[in-house]
């Protein structure tokens, strides 16, 4: 068993990173900065210029708002200047309301915002806001993680400033530096009531697709498939799987006005972690123990592959998480660490190429391929299938496995990512 030491250190990581989140993370994080400058001013704005990354950009076009029934960036910024909290952090716009959001949209009509794309932004994940009045001006930078201001100012005084870093590869720098086997011991070995605390994913994430369930949100592919789907995919465990996760993120993208657990950074990576974890659990008449060792191998697996890959990139995050849940199955279905290891390889060799074209209604449909591929997956690895080295991107050695994705999402997809945030913002 690790000591207590290591196992304080990642309990700390997975509480920082799997949190609730209201909203879309991207434009949350613009609507969180936006807040902080106006509550630095200590007024309305009567102008608010943004500068911001292109993965900001890109993952805010398109994806609802809650408690709007409004889209994109011009009304997450009107309202974190009426009504945002900065200390509800990812939940800033938790006190939206019919009154808010028409203030918010007279101030868009009066032409006081503008948003600019800054190319030489120094991380994928930069959102720099500046708010004037009557000659005063303030300042907030958010950097690298969704809720982390290295930038505060008023009146050109300095009020916070961290040294800035330059790109993703220096996030999370003091945090503890994971390894599969290391996360497959913790999730599997540790006192249950250390990490009894990852249910809450469970009960938030299933109180969204349930909305969604019942509802009509994004495209509704939950729904669908719940509803209208019997008679084309069954009454399957994979389908009941595909149906509650994909209707969560309906939600979320259709600007439900309900707080999903995030990972990373990213509500739908923390609801494709959680829900066909939590679905097949329940199908297979898990224990409570079993599903919490499940979510929480399924919630480090993806925080694991994330240190590497870095906060947003031109990789689809579903690819990440959905990796993380087929390794929470595999377990479930009686896998040790040599079948949860041939999962996530079976995984990387089948979705590696999945692009990120920003945060949207659609985001479910992807989101549903990474489910039935982590199914997939995970019966692979149980019945002794597992991609080779000789195939692919898939090494031997699990972790360098890993490396070898995130590189590519990282690094080599880096001219993919500006062709798609130009297609999109072209079009």
Excluded at 143 to 149: A, G, N, P, V, Y
Excluded at 163 to 174: C, Y
Excluded at 191 to 203: M, S
Excluded at 299 to 325: D, E, M, P
Aim: charged share 25%.
């Amino acid at each position: 068993m690790l000591n207590p030491s290591v196992r304080r250190q990642i309990i700390k990581l997975i509480k920082r990173e799997v949190v609730p989140a209201l909203g879309c993370t991207e434009p949350i994080a613009v609507a969180l900065a936006v807040t902080k400058a106006r509550e630095i001013l200590g007024a309305l704005p009567d102008k608010i210029e943004l500068g911001l990354s292109g993965n900001i950009i890109k993952n805010a076009m398109g994806v609802g708002i809650p408690g709007t029934g409004m889209i994109g960036l011009p009304i997450v910024v009107a309202l974190g200047a009426l009504i945002g909290r900065s200390e509800l952090e990812l939940e800033v716009l938790r006190d939206v309301s019919e009154e808010s959001v028409a203030a918010g949209k007279a101030y868009i009509d009066e032409d006081r915002i503008e948003i600019l794309l800054d190319e030489n932004a120094p991380s994928n994940l930069y959102v720099d806001a500046k708010v004037f009045k009557d000659g005063h001006t303030a300042r907030a930078i958010i950097s690298r993680e969704h809720t982390k201001f290295i930038y505060l100012e008023k009146d050109d005084e300095v009020l916070y400033q961290e040294a800035e870093q330059q790109g993703d590869e220096e996030e999370g720098d003091d945090d503890i530096k994971l390894d599969m086997k290391t996360v497959y011991e913790f999730a599997i070995e540790s006192p249950l009531d250390e990490i009894a605390f990852i249910l809450q994913a469970r009960d938030l994430n299933k109180r969204a697709a349930e909305l969604a369930l019942s509802g009509d949100y994004g495209h509704s592919l939950g729904a669908m498939i719940k509803n209208r789907g019997a008679r084309y995919f069954g009454d399957t465990t994979v389908a009941h799987m595909i149906a509650y996760t994909s209707a969560a993120c309906d939600a979320r993208m259709g600007g439900a006005t309900i707080a999903v657990m995030s990972n990373s950074g990213s509500g739908n990576q923390g609801i494709t972690a959680t829900l066909p974890v939590v679905s097949y659990a329940e199908d297979c008449d898990a224990s409570e123990e079993q599903l919490i060792r499940a979510l929480t191998l399924s919630h480090l697996t993806s925080i694991y592959i994330k240190q590497n890959l870095g906060r947003l990139s031109a990789l689809c995050g579903c690819v990440v998480a959905s990796t993380g849940a087929s390794s929470g199955i595999t377990w479930l279905m009686g896998g040790k660490f040599p079948e949860v290891c041939a999962a996530i390889k079976n995984m990387i060799a089948n979705l590696a190429g999945m692009l990120c074209d920003g945060a949207k209604p659609a985001c479910s449909l992807k989101i549903s391929s990474g489910v039935s591929t982590a199914m997939m997956s995970a019966l692979l690895a149980m019945n002794e299938h597992c991609v080779s080295e000789m195939e692919g991107i898939v090494s031997d050695d699990i972790d360098q496995t890993i490396r070898n994705l995130t590189s590519i999402g990282k690094e080599s997809m880096m001219e993919t990512d500006k062709q798609v945030l130009q297609i999109m913002i072209c079009k």
